[in-house]
């Protein structure tokens, strides 16, 4: 440790102690955001009256030098340094002099500089994952569309319960996703600027906080100055979100693995997503999804993590809390991934819709549809279930299909169990056990009757556009904001 | 097991697996929302034309009398029952009998009606939560108002840090907790009613989905049935929530622990909040503040039990869904406790403010104050920051606090390690120094300087009101709701 | 709070932060514990001429009646208490006065009685535990008596391995089982006796701590006093023994799920240990395993509430030592459900010995048998994985089973492939591709060869005798401890 | 992708697929354990008769020369392969074509080979772990021998408990450490060799399963071939260790950075493990003490990470199955740097006897000795108990220290309170409020009685010798193993 701050301190550190302390490693992903932060500080700075114009140009070309070097990959982070604050306040004082470079923090301290980072990191991120929920939604909307009336069991318990559509279960991820990414919205917008809240009591010089939060692209303060330097929570919140999406992403890996079973036969996972044994030739492991599914593990384990540290933390800046770092980067990019790598399988999926047809065919998830008809012929519900289980009874023990129950079945079991005379027509039998029909046959909004599938598929294509348009255009604000900042930059500098 | 499900299976259910199977000790809670979801169903269902204003009649009447006798505690859950859903059933067709009793859950299932009896138990637990957010800000106002001015030393990793007051680190928690409170009002908004999904695809009645949210107070519907049944994102985004509320209470507590003891004599918890010991007579232990935060963990615990139960579950319901019951009842009611207990200790919080102060005249945290000052006199931040350490640990070393520092010492040491002539007079060392002064001097937003703080208060206190105003608002908006419902009910019966 | 402790403090505690602080309600499980800790106490502290023996007579005649009472279910904790062992000493002071019952706690305080109260706790349960893992592990070991040779197919990605017996399945896990079980057991050699302790820091009186040890029936002490009070890492052991358990127990839940379902169809869990559904009368759930499952979520939650507190908690005893107990209570409860409910299912689980033996049959599983076949006939593995590879994705593009081929085709397919004449007799090659004969093939320890198969169940049984003989020795052990602790009570009463 | 296992699969995998495939990032720690369990399983191959002595010779030629290469720093883990297994195959394939370099893995899969190098691994760290708490627990015991009679108010609740001293409270963890030793030293025998499982189901050639074992120097093999390849229940129990030994440091720093802080003044870290501030120039941060605390977190958060990836996974080997590395090696890597910087935390840590003592002397935490002396004096203890809370409480409100307190004030308080004549003489009363009298007059076994102290570290430094033995041992015997292994494929390749 080279030590610009260590004026107070002895012993040199030891070496283990030092990388111990170190959060270099964790930095690179920062650097440019706490490059952008400096400069967007000292300027106000200047517009401040606290230095120069002359200190200003100074401090900035060595920054806009160091912000080229990083982009250009000349630079390294140097491991001798605790962090990044200490590496760019380094670089700016051996380029400039203590004279004047020494004042590129004034009124500012680590404390509230890793806050600000930590958060145009994350505010940055977010944006990516909600561009990547969106592209995940859209393949779903798009599968969906080509199996809006591909016959499917329905499934709970993993047992066969009412007809549905393959289409009907992709649209309701695009909902639950819908909701992840309101969510991460949500989050974004408590993402504000913390500079200016210097160790955790404010400063004497009269830094224009807001000045500051605006030149970042910030519509607001994190005004308290403990608040800002002591809380985490948009760091727990970032990782809750995530967690969520990995929870659903989990589930239907869970469900497509399950469906790529020889046994289910429903859907098979593109070559591309998938790997073979290197002892049993036969395979081919739908091991991208298998993935997915294990590394909701990390998710969870980082919000565990992320939790665990804050509790009871003492308030203010502790060391601590430089361990947010870490599940920040390993929630984000695992989520990202996932996201991606399941947009590919989605789009790639081959849906065996026969064998979904067959099954469906074979089953007795009819028996909902048959029981509701048998209402329409009188029955009560409760009557008609129990009328219906007792003939689902009756011919699993044998066997058979439903397909085999003709209208006199019905008759007899019903004197027989209810004591009541039910008649229904061989052709509403049929019409009713066919699963084709029952999708038909469905009234309610939100089910699988293919006019509502393709109803909701245009209406969240509708949705998913907007959510694009205004994400898109959030990105564009932060991108001319830091135009216009780099632009300020450079006129002073000239 | 009574089973009026149970037509279908053959032999009565093992004794112990009934017990284990069973959520009836779970469902307490959720007997009158499942009473009123009912209602509305039924209600609906003869307005569809489903079923015959004399059975809606028969139907109501049972249930408005089994709503009654609960009210009234005169009847309990029979732990026979596999759950509320076949109880309430139960009951109709004990009272009514099967043919009209049997209609009750027409076009339903207990997967959408205990996915609606949970919606509307956290609903209104969220609104209670939030009341009680409020109620805690108010007092953190209250007491930050009392001590605006309470000098204190400000800590960053336990160490002296820079000077503040406990009304602004009061002020601190307003902030997260207002943060916390946006969060519960937006998990809150995401509440819709999934009524009318049935088992997971949907009815070939015409049920109106529309209609049974509106009666129940609903904004709208769970769209997708499958959706509906499956999900329980709301459960999860509810106990990160409340975790991260619990985060945040911790840290509080963890502070006045602190601050509790005999050596930094902050703060004592009131009597009525402290326990004494079995064996050590002198003991006066902040018990309930460590009961909130040791039970942090418990809501964390239940966040990962929630995550773990829905981690690669297959889609659809299945009975691991059951135990989203307890998770939530438990982390709901250690949040309101935990919320209501501490709003309480605040209130009777007894503040040492002379100790406070006494501290921080003897401490260091002056020193950034110092530093501030001399980069007015000319020097960088960075060599003043050099220059203080230096003159620090030449007095931490010999013991003396910085109020022994005169204007010559500055000179001398200035010239001595920057090799620079730095004037500072005896008056404006001394102003530097005093803590009182040096709060006085903050110019930044968020700061703690006295008039800052009065500025947020009265701020946050406008704040707090409009969301007093809105939540309840709100909760009387439910209220009428209900009340219409249960008017609506009284009109069929009579 | 009737605070017999209370002398200290002022004012009265507030009602609600009464209730908060009380853990009465979580002390039923504990209060004969807590009495008989208190007996072995006082009669030590009589052998220690602490205390008269007439002293003792009266305590030990109250502790007594005490005990008969809750036993008989005559008393009940009263809610007003802040613990167990205030009710307890309570009744003792109401019995005989403050004279002489004030002496019951001599050189004892809460905090070593409820370390002790609950490693007693602990300790019992842990025992029940152990022998319903052997319970579980002697059904497993019976069913996989019965289907040694029950020809399955092994999964890797839930895709088709390589072909084994469901025995060898069942077998896999009663040796994971007796890894819980060790676990289990070393824990419980850690259980030792932490009273003597008093508040932290030991007593001025001569208590002779390994005196009560060896009558409550421990080993050993926990020597240090600090540990002895301020530590629970048993409390977290233990929660991960069961953690673990239960682990293992969602994966054999999970198995069996997917295997009842339709398209596996391979087991049918029976209608003991199975609901329906209130809307699809056809449906047969295998609810008893989806709870196993769904529960392991609890337990895992309440590790990480453990952790939690446990985290960075400042040594000694704070009051967030009291929320060990739920953790503990609900963790042991829930694995000694789960491990009784498992125990039912597969002891009665109905195995599909015809459809696994089909799906094996048609299975591609049989591909690493005929690579490996065809190693003996002269090609490196991975030459004749290639070639087997290539087979296999020839046939099953052509929806072909392996039965069709013949030692012609691979003939030609190994000369195309690998440039190599490769001749198996079309007896070896049906041979080869018969599962029946695979499972005779294979000729490692540990492997599913019917012999192997046997010859493991042997030496499992005899493992399951030994570990419970052991058992039952320990469990006699300590009720003995505690008949002759129970009689000396009495003959000093006498 | 080179993909020499994937014949069966036709187009080539995504190349984003493949990178989020690729465990190879986290192979580089085992590839040497991959290498070594090959040589093992080919020369156990050839003595089996299944590849000839000159394939052998081949094989081992190459695989020494990779071990040499990477020994060396001359070969890199290409990013290209799916791991570490196919890495090394290729390279073997690459040397000595596939005709002999394909016999490698025969009988093999890659389930089997990660399972036991992920074994290898874990046995070679836990030994790493074992000698760093031996490390810790020699210098708390060397530490605790220098304050074996430094007087200390010890803590509960934080406030002012009971006397005791330094050296008690450093050799409570000593305990605590003892037992996460016995704990990893016993997960530790549980570490067999899972070789010869092949995919999941054995084999047919004869492997011969414990010579493998054996030639890495393993006692046992995990018998059964689906337990051996699907269970990770080792690694769980791995992390669980290490949860509870970061549990235990993060209490340690905890307690010290409570104590660092100026209000207590008790320890200062020394400048090696510490650090300032960038802002905040009089700041001695003891981060190194922050951070251990942090890190707790990820080793907790890897724990629910593992229990999350294994909860109801399906048995089999599951890709899920990889992403067991990271939070092994995670945990690991955290638990060692910790362990390591507290040792030297310790070592170097300054402990002010003078400020302990003066504290001690001061506070009312003698109350427990004068209520303790008072029941010699006649008192029933609840009686002395309630006196000296009296007169303490009454102390208390007037500021008074209990050196103030004379005879005649306890003969009048006991009068006033409980209508009893007790007397104690001035010089009794002295000597029970003084500290260091206080403790010299504990009697009890594992108490801060110097005496006693100098005896638990005696007792302590002998079990630790005898615990460094015994693990130095271990680690021997592995060492002649390995080297007897490599002996003998030098004689193979000669």
């Not at 260590?6 to 302390?21: C, N, P, Q, T, Y």
């Not at 706490?34 to 400069?39: F, K, L, S, Y």
């Not at 969106?134 to 318990?157: C, P, R, W």
């Not at 397909?403 to 079945?409: A, G």
Request: glycine letters at 6%; one cysteine or more; hydrophobic letters at 35%.
């Amino acid at each position: 440790m080279s030590g610009v701050y260590r004026s107070r301190l002895g012993e040199r550190v030891d070496k283990s102690a030092s990388r111990f302390m170190s959060s270099i490693e964790d930095d690179e992903r920062i650097l440019l955001d706490d490059v952008i932060g400096t400069m967007a500080h000292d300027i106000m700075l200047h517009e401040q009256k606290i230095i120069s114009k002359q200190d200003l140009k100074a401090i900035l070309t060595s920054l806009e030098e160091l912000h080229t070097l990083w982009i250009q990959d000349k630079i390294k982070l140097d491991p001798e340094f605790e962090d990044v604050h200490e590496f760019v306040e380094d670089y700016v004082i051996k380029k400039i002099g203590q004279e004047v470079g020494g004042k590129l923090h004034t009124g500012r301290s680590r404390n509230d500089q890793v806050a600000l980072d930590l958060r145009i990191y994350v505010r940055r991120e977010l944006n990516e994952i909600s561009r990547e929920i969106l592209d995940l939604i859209n393949i779903l909307l798009e599968k969906a569309s080509d199996t809006s009336d591909t016959v499917m069991v329905g499934y709970t318990h993993l047992q066969h319960g009412q007809i549905t559509s393959f289409g009907h279960y992709l649209l309701s991820y695009t909902d639950a996703l819908f909701r992840d990414l309101e969510r991460i919205r949500e989050c974004y917008t408590r993402l504000n600027s913390p500079l200016g809240a210097c160790a955790l009591a404010g400063s004497s010089f009269p830094l224009d906080r807001m000045k500051t939060a605006k030149l970042l692209g910030f519509n607001d303060i994190v005004e308290n100055s403990i608040d800002a330097v002591s809380s985490r929570d948009f760091a727990i919140e970032t990782v809750s979100c995530l967690a969520t999406v990995m929870m659903n992403l989990s589930r239907i890996s869970e469900d497509l693995i399950i469906w790529s079973s020889t046994e289910f036969g429903y859907v098979e996972v593109s070559d591309e997503y998938a790997s073979t044994s290197s002892v049993m030739p036969q395979k081919k492991n739908p091991s991208t999804l298998e993935l997915i599914r294990g590394k909701t593990g990390t998710v969870y384990g980082e919000l565990v993590n992320l939790l665990t540290i804050f509790k009871a933390l003492m308030t203010g800046y502790n060391l601590d809390h430089q361990e947010t770092k870490k599940p920040l980067w390993n929630s984000i990019d695992i989520a990202e991934n996932c996201l991606e790598i399941l947009t590919g399988i989605i789009k790639t999926l081959k849906v065996n819709e026969n064998r979904m047809l067959t099954v469906a065919s074979e089953s007795y998830a009819g028996a909902i549809d048959l029981a509701e008809e048998l209402v329409r012929k009188g029955l009560s519900f409760r009557e008609s279930h129990k009328l219906v289980g007792f003939i689902v009874k009756k011919y699993v023990e044998s066997g058979k299909s439903l397909n085999n129950l003709s209208s006199e079945d019905i008759a007899t079991y019903s004197q027989d169990t209810l004591g009541k005379n039910i008649t229904i027509t061989e052709k509403e039998l049929k019409r009713t056990l066919d699963p084709t029909e029952s999708l038909k046959s469905r009234q309610t909004t939100g089910s699988p009757n293919p006019e509502e599938i393709k109803r909701m598929i245009k209406d969240r294509k509708k949705k998913s556009e907007n959510q694009m348009k205004h994400l898109t255009g959030e990105v564009q604000r932060i991108e001319k904001v830091y135009d216009k900042l780099l632009r300020l930059v450079s006129s002073y500098i000239k």
